[in-house]
């Protein structure tokens, strides 16, 4: 096996094994405090990170040149890009749903207030009862969340996408987006984004938004130069998209429909990675990963 297979393998291994530990140390031990609780989701939410840094370091040994670390921001477009994106996929959900019958957005939010408290959540008193304050929030909440985003880009964007299949940066992204929603595979089984459908959610949903969203996060990355612009992009599509779908459709519609990444979340998402693709927005990057002395 060459140092770059390795590297894949060992990636994998470790991203998956850390993250599976994590995730059902939550599920499974019980009585876990607020403040202990907190280990086991760092292990899973920083797994691909860790596995990054040990196969770059100390498997392939081939650094950190092209990892995107640097913020590059006059690159400042395709980073707004990256923060807005959710609202502008949510606003398409709230027409859609209606005509597609899947629910009709609470602007009121109370349906979502009711369902944070149904799960034992409720939320605090100072939260704004009203959109768009409530919006502006979630928007600055985004900003503080992405360097816990950074802990999976890291790693599949930041280390699985560039090697995979390093000449076909396409293929490499539908690849690393059906790994990366299997990878969530102990949350979404127990309902984590579709309680009504874990099945559906994780055996089917998690797989092709992983597949749209790789490639709109690997677009950032390459306009980019920075893995900062994708972990932006996927804390707001975490933070934003999915506090408005509960916000909005929470207690009036099915999460498999009627939430950003639902059915009609994936309509405009399809149609953006559809555009990345067919227009040749994704390029192989001018030296191949696997094509780095030292590393073959």
């Known amino acids: 096996m060459n140092s770059h297979r390795k590297g894949i393998v060992a990636y994998l ?65 395709y980073y707004l890009v990256a923060w807005l994106l959710p609202v502008a996929v949510m606003a398409c959900v709230v027409i859609l749903a209606p005509l597609f019958r899947a629910g009709t957005a609470d602007f009121s939010l109370e349906r979502g207030f009711r369902y944070f408290a ?51 940066p396409v293929l490499s992204a539908v690849g690393t987006g059906v790994i990366w929603g299997y990878w969530h595979f102990p949350a979404a089984i127990r309902g984590y984004s579709y309680p009504d459908n874990p099945i559906v959610g994780a055996l089917l949903m998690y797989p092709i938004f992983g597949i749209v969203l790789s490639i709109i996060f690997g677009w950032l990355i390459q306009k980019t130069g920075s893995i900062w612009s994708s972990s932006l992009a996927h804390a707001a599509y975490n933070v934003v998209g999915g506090n408005l779908s509960v916000f909005l459709f929470a207690g009036g519609a099915n999460f498999l429909y009627a939430s950003i990444g639902g059915l009609l979340g994936l309509i405009p998402l399809a149609a953006l990675s559809a555009w990345i693709v067919f227009t040749g927005q994704l390029k192989p990057p001018a030296e191949a990963p696997n094509e780095i002395p030292g590393t073959a």
Do not use: M
């Open 118 to 168: 149904s799960l034992g959540k409720p939320l605090p008193a100072w939260t704004p009862h009203t959109l768009l304050p409530v919006l502006c929030l979630l928007l600055v909440q985004a900003i503080f969340a992405a360097p816990i985003s950074f802990g999976e880009e890291f790693g599949w964007r930041g280390y699985l996408q560039l090697r995979l299949f390093p000449n076909n």
């Open 13 to 77: 291994l470790i991203a998956f094994g850390l993250a599976w530990v994590g995730f059902e140390t939550i599920y499974r031990v019980k009585g876990l405090s607020k403040v202990t609780v907190l280990a086991p989701v760092a292990l899973s939410a920083f797994a691909p990170a860790i596995a990054c840094f040990i196969v770059r370091k100390w498997v392939t040994r081939e650094g950190f040149a092209d990892a995107g670390l640097r913020l590059h921001l006059r690159k400042w477009p």
